[in-house]
């Protein structure tokens, strides 16, 4: 959520900014909503402080048994208008409210507008492989190795789904305990969050409105009311643990990392080359996320980026990081890198991790704030993530990648004492 203040105190300058990630901005509706609701404000209370006024004098009419209707009639007339105008404050404000919540983040200084084709590749690590031998891709590696089994996830959940079973099963779980035990060295709090969230959870990480058909809901729970979803992404649920709470200053930074299957409904045509685990409706995740104090956030942000890259490297995997332009980042945040590593069937780098930093953007939708140690001021925090790491992608990039001419592929050292193999071979060998 932006704030209204910084949009009238600064308007050009605030629509300079959204013009990289939007193709119009337009406050003049909104500026002339402000000055409306601004106006009634201090109208109604200057009715109020007559009422209050008033009503003193008829208690003292009253006490000295003197007729005071005429201030009765008068009052009441009073009482109508300010209910009148506290009806049309509550129209405006929800106009304001409607129009601010629909916003995206403003982009921070150093990124550039655009999309996608303005992405800057930052730095890469590894090169991309050299094979001898004609290389497999990965959805026929899992297949022949019997790690994942793509017809009978179709059958159990539909076009979208696969299911890990054997070694392919023990693999991914590997990864996710290699995420976990580094996250932990690092100091960061383990979370099991629920899978099913509230409405308010996916406004306050500034998924909802805009991208409310992006993911699954219960069916018959918002006729009750209670509308609720399969989350997307652990953030979604890390972002409200604090929500309409006040942080100590000395309490920040706050870290955590959690695991979830993340569930998405992925609308729309996938390219043909898009095949496997490259983009599914469920896969595994780890998330990790800060809130800090504002004047910490950039700091932060590299820490995940590094911790992101350090796993990748952990796993021998050739990856580049990088910076994306506006209209490639999240709406809700302000910039962000992505980690991506190379498919060599595919020819191209896949994003397993995007770390992000939405400044006070959630914590203005969630009301989360710092209390600062050397005054009373109370102001709002800032939030960032970071997927450490997707499954989805790092297992068919490692399988590639790290194939052999015989169709085996070795296990990255890392994640051997939890699959208890150095190598997997093909079934039928």
């Known amino acids: 959520m932006l704030d209204i203040n910084m949009i009238r105190e600064k308007s050009e300058e605030m629509k300079r900014a959204l013009l990289k990630r939007m193709d119009n901005v337009d406050f003049t509706e909104l500026l002339k909503w402000d000055k409306e609701r601004r ?35 008068e009052m009441k007339a009073v009482s109508d208008t300010i209910k009148q105008l506290q009806n049309k404050l509550t129209d405006i404000e929800v106009k304001i409210q409607h129009f601010l919540e629909r916003l995206p983040n403003i982009p921070d200084e150093d990124v550039v507008a655009g999309g996608k084709e303005n992405n800057e590749v930052i730095r890469t690590w590894g090169k991309q492989q050299e094979f001898d031998f004609e290389p497999k891709n990965h959805v ?12 009978r996830g179709v059958k159990l959940g539909g076009n979208g789904f696969w299911l890990y079973k054997g070694d392919g099963a023990l693999l991914e779980w590997a990864l ?13 709090e383990f979370l099991l969050p629920p899978h099913i969230l509230t409405y308010q959870c996916g406004y306050t990480a500034g998924q909802f409105p805009k991208f409310e ?8 729970e918002e006729k009750k009311g209670n509308k609720q979803f399969l989350l997307p992404t652990s953030e979604t649920a890390i972002v409200n643990l604090h929500r309409d709470e006040i942080i100590n200053e000395d309490d920040l930074p706050i870290k955590y990392f959690a695991y979830t299957p993340c569930y998405r ?18 896969f595994n995740k780890i998330e990790m996320f800060q809130l800090t104090r504002p004047e910490d956030s950039n700091k932060a942000l ?104 015989d169709g085996s592929v070795i296990i990255p050292e890392v994640l051997r004492k939890w699959v208890g193999k150095e190598r997997l071979y093909p079934k039928n060998k």
């Not at 409904?265 to 469920?282: C, L, P, T, V, Y």
């Not at 939708?365 to 450490?388: C, F, M, P, Q, V």
């Open 176 to 188: 996710l305990n290699y995420f976990v035990e580094e996250h932990r060295k690092d100091g960061y």
């Open 302 to 405: 590299e820490e995940l980026i590094e911790k992101s890259e350090r796993l990748v490297k952990g796993l021998g995997l050739h990856y580049r990081v990088s910076k994306l332009a506006a209209k490639d980042c999240s709406p809700s945040m302000a910039k962000t890198n992505d980690i991506e590593v190379w498919i060599p069937s595919m020819k191209e780098y896949k994003e397993v991790s995007s770390a992000s930093n939405s400044n006070d953007y959630q914590a203005r939708r969630g009301k989360i704030r710092l209390r600062r140690n050397d005054s009373k001021r109370k102001e709002y925090i800032h939030t960032l993530n970071a997927s450490g790491l997707a499954t989805s992608r790092i297992l068919p990039a490692l399988v590639e990648q790290h194939q052999q001419s």
């Open 140 to 151: 026929d590696l899992v297949t022949e190795l019997g790690l994942i089994d793509y017809e």
């Open 39 to 73: 106006e009634l404000i201090v109208e109604s209370e200057n009715l109020m402080a007559k009422r209050n006024n008033v009503s003193l004098q008829i208690s003292k009419l009253k006490k000295a048994g003197e007729n005071a209707q005429e201030q009765i009639v």
């Open 265 to 282: 409904k992925e609308a729309g045509s996938h390219r043909a080359n898009e095949r496997g685990m490259i983009r599914g409706h469920q």
């Open 213 to 220: 058909e992006d993911v699954f809901c219960l069916e018959g």
